[in-house]
């Protein structure tokens, strides 16, 4: 039995109730009616628990109400004035959806009789937008009855529908009405005077009438059994899908930008590292004095072999009769280090290997030099793996130095060691000391830090945008579902439920991003690699490294952030969304 205790409400210093003390019967079809605007909607809002913020109490079955949304969710059903349905959901999942919130136990034996009972039964697979007006006042039964509600609350249900469809709904309710309490307010007095067991009219805030009492007692289905909602987060997010393409379609852009910039960079890294492994002149350097005197002697140094210098700048090279302007420099003693192509390392004086790159400009496998009246030919016999760092580049044998005795620079000497990173470092305090592939190297790593500092400076702005269009899309997302989470609240639903709802949302959106973001840089890697063959054209590939586990740990560092992005994206709605005026949304056309 449903009692209403000196039930008061003010809004905007108006008494829209007054002192209201009314007793309900358990079952029937009670009609409220009045004046536009006098409070009909309010009441209803009040006994249904909708409306928290009044004076006096609401009683059932001799118990004051105090925790509503446990009342609402065992007890209340409502047909709302405007849309109660969820447009992204099929028929059939917005009539279960009800019982689902409720933690109600059902059979699908229930449904179709329900539905077979309705005329509706065939609908069930089609959308909200499918269906005609009457069509949708009998889904909102049908929901009412699933869910097995002892109380059925009717805001204007008729008001949008032509007078047959009205009339049709007003002899289900009547026939629903046998086995539980049904309270319509409605504006047409004669459809409420036509087929409700009593009318009651609200007037200056008091609720004037009698009732006519019924002996049926209602018989309520208390079991109970937990419904994952996650369909419905599904569906919500699926039926967004062509507002979220753009979104897509932008950060799975950025994700397969971000996957091959990451992976050049490791790609370039290597390939300088490789470079320097197996550069001819990995364990040479040249040293001069820091007077500029020439060497008299020359100095010993532990675990290093020394020798003097020779100008080969000064030889010109010819291929043919096209001089050439490539470097000429001396093979190390020691070759062991040296990855050639093809070819092998000189074993004459007048046998030389070469770059790659110069290799494919050649014409033929001579080179020739001269030096005012000294000329002499050079065979090709070798030439060296192709790398990033490698110019045309041209390594003679120790031999020729027989040759060329008139080249001797007895001002710098070549010093070849093992140790040549720790000996470089020890003779810059004594000597002029350079190193071609030290340097080098030191000078590409340099440029290679300043690209991976642009590049994470763009990856932070192109995150940090990322996060404003989630933020935004979610916002817009929210807003414009904003009557589907009032008509959520107003089944009940606990606030940590629709909040773990949002969540699960969220992240499922991550993980489409994230995943598929993740496959299309996957098959890039897999076409620069495999079917473009990078490393033919630029001298290094695409290279996954390891970040803390495993080389695949930059795909979970992008699943990450995106989970983390858009469950950040997702906080500022979702406080909207739970502080949504229910009341306000659920009138609005």
């Not at 349905?85 to 699908?108: D, G, R």
């Not at 009732?211 to 987060?233: G, T, W």
Request: some cysteine; hydrophobic content about 45%; glycine content about 4%.
């Amino acid at each position: 039995m449903l009692v209403l205790k000196n039930i008061s409400k003010k809004f905007d210093n108006r008494m829209i109730l007054n002192d209201i003390s009314f007793q309900f019967p358990d079952t029937g079809f009670i009609g409220i009616q009045g004046e536009s605007g006098c409070g009909k909607s309010t009441l209803l809002y009040v006994i249904g628990m909708l409306d928290s913020a009044f004076d006096g109490d609401v009683l059932y079955n001799g118990e004051k109400i105090v925790q509503a949304k446990s009342f609402i969710r065992s007890h209340i059903s409502f047909m709302m004035q405007n849309k109660d349905i969820i447009s992204s959901m099929t028929i059939k999942e917005n009539i279960l959806l009800a019982a689902q919130v409720s933690y109600k136990q059902y059979h699908y034996s229930q449904l179709k009789k329900i539905t077979k009972q309705l005329g509706i039964f065939d609908l069930l697979d089609k959308f909200p937008s499918q269906l005609s007006g009457g069509e949708l006042k009998r889904v909102s039964i049908a929901k009412a009855l699933m869910k097995q509600s002892s109380l059925i609350l009717c805001d204007e249900p008729t008001g949008a529908l032509h007078e047959s469809q009205a009339h049709e709904v007003m002899k289900i309710l009547k026939h629903t009405s046998h086995d539980r309490l049904v309270i319509i307010v409605s504006h047409d007095p004669q459809l409420l005077s036509l087929y409700c067991d009593s009318v009651l009219t609200l007037k200056d805030g008091k609720l004037k009438g009698k009732i006519m009492k019924r002996d049926n007692i209602v018989k309520e289905n208390h079991n109970h059994a937990f419904h994952s909602l996650i369909r419905y987060s599904l569906r919500q997010l699926f039926f967004q899908k062509k507002k979220l393409v753009f979104l897509f379609l932008f950060q799975w852009i950025l994700i397969s930008i971000f996957f091959l910039m990451t992976t050049a960079m490791n790609g370039i890294d290597d390939a300088i590292s490789q470079d320097e492994k197996q550069s001819v002149t990995r364990y040479m350097c040249v040293m001069e004095n820091k007077d500029r005197n020439i060497f008299y002697d020359i100095p010993k140094i532990e675990n290093a072999d020394i020798q003097y210098s020779y100008h080969l700048d000064q030889l010109h090279i010819f291929s043919k009769q096209k001089e050439m302007n490539s470097s000429l420099s001396f093979l190390p003693r020691n070759t062991s280090h040296i990855q050639l192509q093809h070819g092998r390392i000189p074993s004459q004086y007048n046998e030389v290997i070469i770059s790659e790159s110069l290799y494919h400009s050649l014409n033929n496998r001579s080179l020739r030099i001269r030096y005012e009246d000294f000329q002499m030919e050079l065979k090709v016999v070798g030439v060296l793996d192709p790398s990033l760092l490698k110019g045309e580049e041209i390594y003679c044998s120790q031999l020729l130095k027989d040759k060329i005795p008139f080249l001797k620079d007895e001002y710098s000497l070549i010093l070849e060691s093992f140790n040549m990173k720790e000996l470089y470092q020890s003779l810059s305090r004594n000597y002029i000391v350079y190193s071609e592939v030290l340097e080098r190297v030191e000078s590409y790593q340099s440029l290679l830090f300043l690209a991976k500092v642009v590049a994470n400076i763009f990856i932070g702005v192109s995150l940090f945008v990322s996060l404003l269009l989630i933020g935004i899309v979610e916002s817009i997302l929210y807003y414009e579902r904003k009557h589907d989470v009032a008509y959520l609240l107003s089944l009940g639903i606990e606030p940590r439920r629709l909040v773990f709802l949002s969540l699960l949302e969220s992240m499922t959106l991550g993980m489409i991003i994230a995943v598929i973001g993740c496959f299309i840089s996957s098959l890039l890697y897999y076409f620069f690699n495999n079917v473009y063959h990078l490393q033919l054209h630029f001298y290094f590939h695409l290279q996954l490294k390891k970040i803390l586990f495993h080389s695949y740990d930059l795909y979970i560092f992008i699943i990450f952030i995106y989970m983390f992005m858009v469950i950040l994206g997702s906080l500022f709605p979702m406080k909207r969304m739970m502080k949504v005026d229910m009341i306000n949304v659920l009138r609005e056309e």
